[in-house]
């Protein structure tokens, strides 16, 4: 159920970043959602792609360090507030929020949101008891 | 326990001592009548051979430096006529003139002894494939292993370094037992093998003989689990004979000095003086033995110390540290002195980083002096979380500054993005040079 999110460590220089996506685009791997945290020296770019286990090893290959996360990517109401219910479910399942970012592309009606939360199993059938849907790996990959 | 000649190696102190003394005298007169440079260094202080009466003595004699080779350049300093010297090396001249050494047939013997020794403290026979990837040439590390390889009637293979596919091509089609290299540079076959795929518990690898440059407990850690054996640290240097004058056991845990051939100090290095057994301070070597080229008191600018304590190996000789840092790439930053060896204790320790990390010093004009220290993080380290970068960055920093008095900035680079080099690390980049 869980979806995989890669981690790419990367030095803030010129061209490194260049660097990933072409080694992706070389592998015929889809981007279908990235986001940057970054400092002055380097960057973690996260990723998630539409074959995350053969992403890993074509940038491992490729001399970039990866590390593989879990995520949730939830289904959010594509209308004014859709956001706002879906966060007020996390503040009463008591979740903390570590990061999220939103994924490019749509289920259905709806839009989707990558979520990092700390116990991702928990999270997850707290989260789907109030009725939030959670989406597969398989489904969204093939999204 | 391995030994190449066990009754050299653990001989009764006692014994030891009156012959040190004896071959002490016998090379004092040696240098004293046949180096013009030394006859000139005793006769300015007033020194005569005869002064000298045993080792208690030795801190009457005078210093060597690398500057008397150079001023005697090439062959000023020897003390036999070139029809008895059967071999030259030199050290690479970076900064003005090389240092050229020679050596009579009996002192050839004496290093081979002296390797031997070094290769047989850990395990090597007659019937090892020893892969020596030390440069052969001038330097004398290559040649140096090699007769002493030779000594042990193991079957050598003159590589020489370079070529690291090659290298493991050669270790698997061969299958080589031991290996003579740089750590660096055993470091780099490592990685290279694990790159290419090669199992390297299947090879049939088992010792490796490391020196030319320092390295740490980390390095060695990371060497034996990439190869799959036992790593052993070798010293030398060529003023004083080349590699093998000090030689670790497989207590892996300081390295014991020939000291039937050699006498070892410790010395302040700012004022000279003898520091106290167990201080740390530079090191100085007196031959005992040598013919071409008796050497006195000569500092290496090797910062290490002295263990007199019983070794479980059973070998009487003296342990030295592993070398601890430079007395000249000691760096001075905003007044402070500062050796890569503190830096390098302390990622050392921390988890998470990779021995490998490059000190870089900058001034900018009118401007402090900064000090910048890249660490390679662990592919184990990165996680999602800059969070976590950041905690290790002011770890490291933290431990730093409470070192060393200075703050300083520490930056993560990527694994394998500082340059490995076949020779030696180089682990400082001056940038205040281009101000001055
Ligand atoms: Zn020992």
Same mark, same amino acid.
């Given at each position: 159920?869980?979806? =995989?999110?890669? =981690?790419v460590?990367?030095?803030?220089?010129?061209?490194?970043?260049?660097?990933v996506?072409?080694?992706?685009?070389?592998?015929?791997?889809?981007?279908?959602?990235? =986001?940057?945290?970054?400092?002055?020296?380097?960057?973690?770019?996260?990723?998630?792609?539409n074959?995350?286990?053969?992403?890993?090893?074509?940038?491992t290959?490729?001399?970039?360090?990866?590390?593989?996360?879990?995520?949730?990517?939830?289904?959010?109401?594509?209308?004014?507030?859709?956001?706002?219910?879906?966060?007020?479910?996390?503040?009463?399942?008591?979740?903390?929020i570590?990061?999220?970012?939103?994924f490019?592309?749509t289920?259905?009606e709806?839009?989707i949101?990558?979520?990092?939360?700390e116990?991702?199993?928990?999270?997850?059938?707290?989260?789907?008891?109030?009725?939030?849907?959670?989406?597969?790996?398989?489904?969204?990959?093939a999204? | 326990?391995y030994?190449?000649?066990k009754?050299?190696?653990?001989?009764?102190?006692?014994e030891?001592?009156?012959?040190?003394?004896?071959?002490?005298?016998?090379?004092?007169r040696?240098?004293?009548?046949?180096?013009p440079?030394?006859?000139?260094?005793?006769?300015e202080?007033?020194?005569?051979?005869e002064?000298?009466?045993?080792?208690?003595?030795?801190p009457?004699?005078p210093?060597t430096?690398?500057?008397?080779?150079?001023?005697?350049y090439?062959?000023?300093m020897?003390?036999v006529?070139?029809?008895?010297v059967?071999?030259?090396?030199?050290?690479?001249? *970076?900064?003005?003139k090389?240092?050229?050494?020679?050596?009579?047939?009996?002192?050839?013997?004496?290093?081979a002894?002296?390797?031997?020794?070094?290769?047989?403290?850990?395990?090597?026979c007659?019937?090892?494939?020893?892969?020596?990837?030390?440069?052969?040439?001038?330097?004398?590390?290559g040649?140096?292993?090699?007769?002493?390889?030779?000594?042990?009637?193991?079957?050598?293979?003159?590589?020489?370094?370079?070529? *690291?596919?090659?290298?493991?091509?050669?270790?698997q089609?061969?299958?080589? /037992?031991?290996?003579?290299c740089?750590?660096s540079y055993?470091e780099?076959?490592?990685?290279?093998?694990?790159?290419?795929?090669?199992?390297t518990?299947?090879?049939?690898?088992?010792?490796?003989?490391?020196?030319?440059?320092?390295?740490?407990?980390?390095?060695?850690?990371?060497?034996?689990?990439?190869?799959?054996?036992d790593?052993?640290?070798?010293?030398?240097?060529?003023?004083?004979?080349?590699?093998g004058?000090?030689?670790e056991?497989?207590?892996?845990?300081?390295?014991?000095?020939n000291?039937?051939?050699?006498?070892?100090?410790?010395?302040?290095?700012? /004022?000279?003086?003898?520091l106290?057994?167990?201080?740390?301070?530079?090191l100085?070597?007196?031959?005992? /033995?040598?013919?071409?080229?008796?050497?006195?008191?000569?500092?290496?600018?090797?910062?290490?110390?002295i263990?007199?304590?019983?070794?479980?190996?059973?070998?009487?000789?003296?342990?030295m540290?592993?070398?601890?840092?430079?007395?000249d790439?000691m760096?001075i930053?905003?007044?402070?002195?500062?050796?890569?060896?503190?830096i390098?204790?302390?990622?050392m320790?921390?988890e998470? *980083?990779?021995?490998?990390?490059?000190?870089v010093?900058?001034?900018?004009?009118?401007?402090?002096?900064?000090?910048?220290?890249?660490?390679?993080?662990?592919?184990?380290?990165?996680?999602?979380?800059?969070?976590?970068?950041?905690?290790?960055e002011?770890?490291?920093?933290?431990?730093?500054h409470?070192?060393?008095?200075?703050?300083?900035?520490?930056?993560?680079?990527?694994?394998?993005s500082?340059p490995?080099s076949?020779?030696?690390?180089?682990?400082?980049?001056?940038?205040?040079?281009?101000?001055?």
């Open positions: 159920m869980k979806v =995989s999110q890669l =981690s460590f990367i030095e803030n220089k010129s061209g490194r970043l260049a660097d996506t072409r080694t992706l685009a070389n592998a015929g791997i889809n981007v279908r959602a990235l =986001s940057i945290a970054d400092t002055i020296d380097y960057g973690l770019l996260r990723l998630i792609v074959d995350p286990a053969r992403a890993k090893s074509e940038l290959n490729a001399g970039f360090t990866v590390a593989l996360t879990e995520v949730l990517a939830i289904e959010v109401p594509d209308k004014p507030g859709g956001l706002a219910g879906i966060i007020d479910a996390f503040a009463e399942c008591g979740l903390n570590e990061y999220m970012y939103a490019v592309g289920s259905g709806n839009a949101v990558i979520f990092r939360v116990k991702v199993d928990e999270a997850m059938s707290s989260l789907q008891k109030k009725g939030v849907k959670v989406l597969s790996g398989e489904k969204l990959y999204i | 326990m030994y190449w000649n009754d050299a190696e653990c001989v009764d102190r006692g030891l001592d009156a012959l040190r003394n004896y071959r002490l005298l016998k090379t004092v040696h240098a004293y009548e046949n180096v440079a030394y006859k000139r260094k005793f006769d202080i007033g020194l005569r051979p002064h000298i009466r045993g080792i208690e003595d030795l009457k004699l210093f430096n690398k500057t008397d080779f150079r001023d005697n090439p062959f000023g020897y003390a006529p070139m029809d008895k059967v071999r030259v090396h030199a050290s690479s001249g *970076t900064t003005g090389a240092v050229v050494v020679g050596y009579t047939q009996g002192d050839i013997a004496t290093w002894e002296m390797i031997a020794r070094t290769l047989g403290a850990g395990g090597t007659k019937g090892d494939v020893v892969q020596n990837a030390y440069g052969y040439g001038l330097f004398t590390g040649l140096g292993a090699h007769y002493g390889a030779e000594r042990i009637g193991a079957s050598v293979v003159p590589i020489s370094g370079g070529n *690291t596919k090659r290298q493991i091509q050669i270790m089609d061969f299958g080589s /037992t031991v290996l003579c740089t750590p055993a780099l076959i490592g990685e290279t093998a694990h790159e290419m795929g090669v199992d518990s299947k090879l049939p690898l088992r010792a490796a003989f490391l020196g030319a440059e320092p390295w740490t407990e980390a390095m060695r850690r990371k060497i034996e689990e990439l190869l799959n054996i790593a052993l640290d070798i010293y030398g240097l060529s003023e004083v004979m080349g590699p004058v000090s030689y056991c497989m207590e892996k845990n300081g390295l014991h000095i000291e039937d051939h050699f006498i070892a100090e410790i010395v302040d290095p700012e /004022t000279g003086e003898p106290p057994p167990g201080s740390k301070g530079e100085v070597f007196t031959s005992l /033995t040598k013919e071409a080229l008796p050497i006195l008191r000569y500092r290496t600018h090797d910062i290490t110390y263990d007199d304590s019983p070794c479980p190996c059973g070998r009487t000789f003296h342990k540290h592993r070398i601890m840092g430079r007395t790439d760096l930053v905003r007044g402070v002195n500062v050796f890569p060896s503190q390098e204790s302390v990622l320790e921390m998470g *980083t990779e021995p490998h990390y490059m000190i010093v900058d001034r900018s004009e009118g401007e402090m002096d900064t000090m910048e220290v890249w660490v390679e993080v662990s592919p184990e380290l990165v996680s999602d979380e800059v969070r976590t970068l950041e905690n290790m002011r770890k490291i920093a933290g431990e730093l409470s070192l060393l008095g200075i703050s300083l900035k520490v930056k993560l680079v990527e694994p394998k500082i490995r076949e020779g030696k690390a180089k682990r400082v980049v001056d940038r205040r040079e281009l101000y001055q």
